[in-house]
């Protein structure tokens, strides 16, 4: 009896182990599957042996292993995600490229040539409605790109945001996931049952949430797969602590964390601070850091452009003159002001002859309300402070226009003209990029362009042209705005430097392709580094069909031979009992 109970147990055994094995080649290809070995045991009673048994079912992943392959997965999860957003940002600025005559592109640096070209042929020929249409169009372009590209950047900057949300649930779904699986894993066990392929499931559910954040785990004495943030916070400890986030409804450059976006919580707490690794934490640096700067930048280039344009736009006015001039800057009645030099105000008719006009000086006035005054007491004028606080000047006849000449006038410490600093003649408006428009009334009709400069000879005759169509002085200005050097202070990824708008727009495009490419040479190290890792996962708890073929093979005869003696010993027995009877 003996003798049949241990051939019947190493043909049970062979049996269980060529199970295993024949599992093993048929999930080779499976994701996250990895070998699973059966043990075998040799039994015993009193010392006596009594065959052999398989005592266990298990994979054979190594922990140490394992969580190489863990910390791959967040930084792979990051990187991906990182070199996503800043392809797509890069998009967003178009490109740059030149040849010895021309420059060509879809740039914001191009379309910046583009309008430079266009106010160069306008200088030689200013009283052109046809170039002067054409200054229009390519100035509408340049505010155009510059919103369209600011646009760009909030709706990543959403974008990045949604996809946190989405993210978080991905994470609490496979939190859960594990939960359940810890549950049958511990009870498995408990039972003496196999528990390999749960803890394959288990492994791929942990991978999900490291590729999303960075995390920490470790399986205790019982086999429950514990898991924490890196900084120590609990998400798994035979309960689930859930995160909880919902994105912002709606993204501009003003929000912001904290406040205009809402932080990342589990138990109460806000650990968004505490994220730097993975999907999520990659997201955030997006969001509240990379996408920022690329704004930053593109605002700096938006006002910076808005302040000389229109600097040099004051310094003349459209022929006709319009009939009111509305400021762009706030001001009350009460406010101080500090200035020198003089500022000439004039009534002219519809062909620039003077009607009336007066030189005021500015050094006799303290306060806004004076400076209104006066102007109001200019013949054929009327000025007032308007209810948002600009100033409109108005001509009296609706037959005539105003004419502002900034002739010596120097206000406040920035020393700019009168009309400049009221923004009375103002080509553009801009507060950042995102709204960097050409003035209304001057793209709906191009004739509003100033395209002449208000006679400065002392004194000035009634009657006389002091309004000439054909000056090239407002048209040089412009055309200076570009071809000189302007500082920039230090904004988002670029430091403070001085040169021409166009070269600070390629380095704009710069900026953002070096950013790209960084990222995707991290892509390309969290990629090798993550084969690494996975391959030695595999090398190690992999299936080798081979292998695993061969063992079938050596089975398939331990098996026949154990077959072989239980019949010799069934032969034996029925020739015993036949003997008995």
């Known amino acids: 009896m003996v003798a049949r109970s241990i051939a019947t147990s190493a043909l049970i055994t062979a049996q269980t182990r060529m199970s295993v094995a024949a599992a093993n080649v048929a999930n080779a290809d499976s994701e996250g599957y990895t070998r699973k070995v059966a043990t075998?045991?040799?039994?015993?009673?009193?010392?006596?042996?009594?065959?052999?048994?398989?005592?266990?079912?298990?994979?054979?992943?190594?922990k140490y292993l394992l969580a190489s392959l863990v910390a791959a997965d967040t930084r792979l999860g990051a990187a991906e995600t990182t070199a996503s957003y800043t392809d797509r940002l890069q998009a967003l600025y178009g490109t740059v490229s030149s040849t010895d005559d021309e420059t060509t592109g879809t740039s914001l640096?191009?379309?910046?040539?583009?309008?430079?070209?266009?106010?160069?042929?306008?200088?030689?020929?200013?009283?052109?409605?046809?170039?002067?249409?054409?200054?229009?169009?390519?100035?509408?372009?340049?505010?155009?790109?510059?919103?369209?590209?600011?646009?760009?950047?909030?709706?990543?900057r959403s974008d990045a945001d949604q996809e946190i949300e989405t993210t978080v649930d991905e994470i609490n779904e496979a939190l859960a996931t594990i939960d359940d699986l810890n549950d049958r894993i511990v009870a498995a066990k408990a039972a003496g049952v196999p528990t390999g392929d749960l803890e394959d499931a288990r492994t791929t559910a942990l991978e999900t949430v490291a590729s999303a954040m960075d995390v920490t785990s470790f399986t205790d004495q019982s086999g429950a797969l514990k898991i924490y943030t890196a900084s120590g916070r609990t998400l798994l400890d035979g309960t689930v602590h859930a995160l909880s986030y919902s994105s912002a409804t709606a993204v501009t450059a003003d929000t912001r964390y904290p406040g205009g976006f809402a932080g990342i919580v589990v138990d109460g707490v806000d650990i968004t601070a505490q994220i730097s690794g993975g999907s999520i934490g990659a997201l955030i640096t997006l969001r509240d850091e990379t996408l920022p700067d690329a704004q930053a930048d593109l605002d700096g280039l938006a006002v910076s452009l808005a302040d000389a344009l229109n600097a040099a736009h004051n310094q003349g006015?459209?022929?006709?003159?319009?009939?009111?001039?509305?400021?762009?800057?706030?001001?009350?009645?009460?406010?101080?002001?500090?200035?020198?030099?003089?500022?000439?105000?004039?009534?002219?008719?519809?062909?620039?002859?003077?009607?009336?006009?007066?030189?005021?000086d500015l050094s006799t006035i303290t306060t806004v309300g004076d400076l209104v005054d006066a102007i109001?007491?200019?013949?054929?004028?009327?000025?007032?402070?308007?209810?948002?606080?600009?100033?409109?000047?108005?001509?009296?006849?609706?037959?005539?226009g105003v004419a502002v000449g900034t002739l010596t006038s120097s206000v406040g410490d920035g020393g700019q003209g009168l009309s400049d600093w009221l923004g009375l003649n103002d080509l553009v408006t801009a507060t950042g990029a995102s709204d960097f428009s050409v003035r209304s009334d001057i793209l709906a009709n191009e004739s509003r362009l100033a395209v002449s400069t208000l006679d400065e000879s002392d004194p000035l005759t009634v009657g006389d042209t002091v309004l000439p169509t054909g000056s090239m002085a407002v048209a040089d200005a412009l055309v200076d705005v570009f071809e000189t050097t302007h500082d920039f202070a230090a904004a988002g990824n670029l430091g403070s430097t001085t040169t021409t708008f166009a070269s600070y727009a390629s380095q704009l495009v710069a900026a953002v392709a070096s950013t790209a490419a960084s990222a995707e040479s991290e892509l390309g190290v969290a990629t090798s580094v993550h084969a690494s890792a996975s391959d030695a996962v595999s090398s190690q708890s992999g299936v080798n069909v081979d292998e695993e073929t061969a063992l079938i093979d050596e089975l398939q005869s331990a098996y026949q031979a154990a077959a072989q003696i239980v019949s010799v010993l069934n032969e034996m027995f029925e020739a015993l009992l036949d003997m008995v009877q």
């Open 376 to 400: 109001d007491a200019v013949d054929g004028l009327s000025a007032s402070l308007d209810a948002d606080g600009h100033l409109v000047v108005t001509a009296d006849d609706a037959d005539t």
């Open 40 to 62: 075998q045991t040799a039994q015993s009673t009193a010392g006596v042996g009594t065959g052999v048994a398989v005592t266990s079912i298990a994979s054979t992943v190594d």
């Open 109 to 156: 640096a191009n379309t910046i040539a583009d309008l430079t070209d266009a106010l160069t042929q306008l200088s030689g020929t200013p009283e052109s409605a046809t170039l002067q249409a054409q200054v229009v169009d390519d100035l509408d372009a340049v505010a155009s790109q510059l919103r369209s590209t600011s646009d760009g950047i909030q709706s990543l």
């Open 317 to 360: 006015t459209a022929v006709p003159a319009p009939s009111s001039l509305g400021g762009t800057t706030v001001l009350d009645a009460g406010d101080g002001f500090s200035a020198t030099g003089t500022a000439r105000f004039a009534v002219v008719d519809a062909d620039g002859k003077l009607v009336a006009s007066a030189d005021i």
